[in-house]
């Protein structure tokens, strides 16, 4: 299978999803998307993103029918399976959403692939997270033992353990990529950067913390090419570890991305900091070690600071993306 192969992406209306097709598009790659069902703000997110006439199946991939059709009738090489919850609250709501969402339709995947006559091994890519790690001490290697500390963490972990027992048994080759924090046109304001983006294109003052916390971030057009260059590799060689720790830029402080954020807005009056306490589990360093990933050739070459600048510009030029916008839990 080459590059008129299909090439399914699930969550298509999403930010890692609408981004990734954006991707194999431009790559020439024969891409089709799933997603539950018609969404006027999804087709335009595609818009935004240049994506036109796109075809999208809507399904739900927590039943057995819509995953049959997948199999029976799209015929997929590979899965880049990125639809799913990233709600990071710990109430009974939240938990119950993170696993019908994130790791039923693992599941369910998995049990359909098992089941069905494929003469082909299907290529499945997960986007994995780095609050799998959880209370694991930073920088994180891929072989750490995971400490989720969330309901999101632990959703994902379970999804990577269920991806590896599939590995394992042969019914595909599945690959678990662990980003760490994503940022870039089309998310949600659920995210330290949209949400200080978009409080100050609202003309809001933001309170935060003291901001002394480090993390690492990776710009989401640059996640989906990392994504995009493991499956070329995958195809080209079976060498490829089923986890792998995403590419980052450099750690930088919580404090020094806000700051930089109110440079390029202009609004540095619009930010309290320091008014906020930190949460009483708040990790102080917190970051996935990439070494593996780079030592097998997978790097971004993009610099945070410009790629922060593009994200404010898309802001700033589809406010209807985030205007009447209503809060989740």
Wanted: with cysteine; glycine share 6%.
């Amino acid at each position: 299978m080459g590059k008129s192969s299909n090439l399914l992406v699930t969550g298509a209306y999403g930010f890692l999803g609408s981004n990734t097709i954006s991707i194999l598009l431009k790559k020439g790659y024969k891409v089709l998307g799933v997603d539950l069902k018609y969404n006027e703000k999804g087709e335009k997110l595609l818009r935004s993103l240049g994506i036109k006439d796109f075809k999208i199946f809507f399904l739900n991939l927590k039943k057995l029918d819509s995953l049959d059709y997948i199999f029976n009738t799209i015929r997929p090489e590979a899965i880049f399976h990125l639809a799913g919850a990233s709600i990071r609250k710990d109430n009974e709501k939240s938990f119950k959403l993170n696993f019908e969402s994130n790791v039923l339709p693992i599941f369910r995947l998995i049990e359909v692939i098992s089941k069905s006559s494929l003469n082909y091994k299907p290529i499945i890519f997960y986007p994995g997270s780095q609050m799998e790690y959880g209370l694991a001490k930073a920088p994180w290697k891929e072989t750490y033992y995971c400490k989720p500390l969330n309901s999101y963490g632990l959703s994902k972990l379970i999804c990577t353990e269920l991806l590896s027992w599939a590995r394992r048994k042969g019914i595909a080759n599945t690959y678990v990529i662990r980003f760490p924090l994503i940022f870039g046109p089309g998310q949600k304001p659920e995210m330290f950067v949209p949400e200080l983006i978009i409080s100050i294109l609202k003309n809001n003052n933001f309170q935060m913390t003291k901001g002394e916390q480090k993390r690492s971030f990776i710009y989401v057009k640059d996640a989906c090419k990392i994504l995009l260059n493991i499956y070329e590799k995958a195809k080209e060689c079976n060498k490829i570890p089923m986890i792998l720790n995403s590419p980052s830029y450099n750690p930088i402080s919580i404090r020094e991305v806000a700051l930089n954020i109110c440079q390029i807005l202009e609004a540095k009056s619009k930010l309290n900091i320091g008014a906020l306490s930190y949460r009483k589990d708040e990790k102080m360093n917190a970051w996935p070690d990439s070494f593996l990933a780079e030592s097998l050739g997978f790097k971004i070459n993009s610099n945070f600071y410009s790629k922060l600048k593009e994200t404010v510009s898309w802001y700033k030029k589809n406010k209807w993306f985030f205007l009447n916008e209503k809060k989740r839990i």
